[in-house]
Every structure is written in structure tokens, then in C-alpha cells.
């Protein structure tokens, strides 16, 4: 199993940039992938950006491409979305989650707060 925290959220002005993390327990992260996701008050849980496990492959959701860096650090066990150009529809709970190998997301953090004003 692995447990998920991220930081990083907070209030930022539209144009503006935040970097979450996501630190995760365990000593397998690197069979993880990871994913980012984002939900909105009254709204779905939206995919946002994944990394692969095997080949560091990343995936985005059209989005937010151009705008969103996903990435991973092994030795520190931490994903990272970097979040550029944010824009108030940006605004939403962000979560991330753990994918074992190539199976589905069970893993899934609390979340981290992002807010863009106008």
C-alpha cells in the first residue's frame, strides 16, 4: 500500500503559478503510477496529468496541456504538478493518486485547496 499527502495548494491571482506535491509513503514507489486529479464544488472529479510507472511517460487532459508539468522524483518518493498560467476555472480541490503497476487508482490523497482569483 501507499499513503498520499500533498502541500502546496493556496490563493494565487489568475496568470499566477503554484507547484503541488505529493509526498508518498512506501518503499515501492517507482511500480506507481501517478496521477493528478481536481474537483470542483457541485462537479466531477476531473483527470488532470499522469506519469507512468515504467517509462516516465506523462499524459495530460487537453485542459490544461501547455500549461501543466507533471513529474516524479523517485528518490524522494514526491510527484509534482506544476501549475502555470492559472486561470479562476483552475479553482478546485487537487488530488493525487497511485496507480500499482498497470492497475487502476486506489490510492488517493486527501487534497490540497487551489484557488485563483480574478
Known amino acids: 500500500q501507499v499513503q498520499l499527502v500533498e502541500s502546496g495548494g493556496g490563493l494565487v491571482q489568475a496568470g499566477g503559478s503554484l507547484r503541488l506535491s505529493c509526498a508518498a509513503s512506501g518503499r515501492t514507489f517507482s511500480s506507481y503510477s501517478m496521477g493528478w486529479f481536481r474537483q470542483a464544488p457541485g462537479k466531477e472529479r476531473d483527470f488532470l496529468a499522469a506519469?507512468?510507472?515504467?517509462?516516465?511517460?506523462?499524459y495530460y487532459a487537453d485542459s490544461v496541456k501547455g500549461r501543466f508539468t507533471i513529474s516524479r522524483d523517485n528518490a524522494k518518493n514526491t510527484v509534482y504538478l506544476q501549475m502555470n498560467s492559472l486561470k479562476p476555472e483552475d479553482t478546485a480541490r487537487y488530488y493525487c493518486a497511485a496507480a500499482y503497476l498497470h492497475g487502476e487508482y486506489n490510492y488517493w490523497g486527501q487534497g490540497t485547496q487551489v484557488t485563483v482569483s480574478s
Open positions: 506519469v507512468t510507472w515504467s517509462d516516465g511517460r506523462t
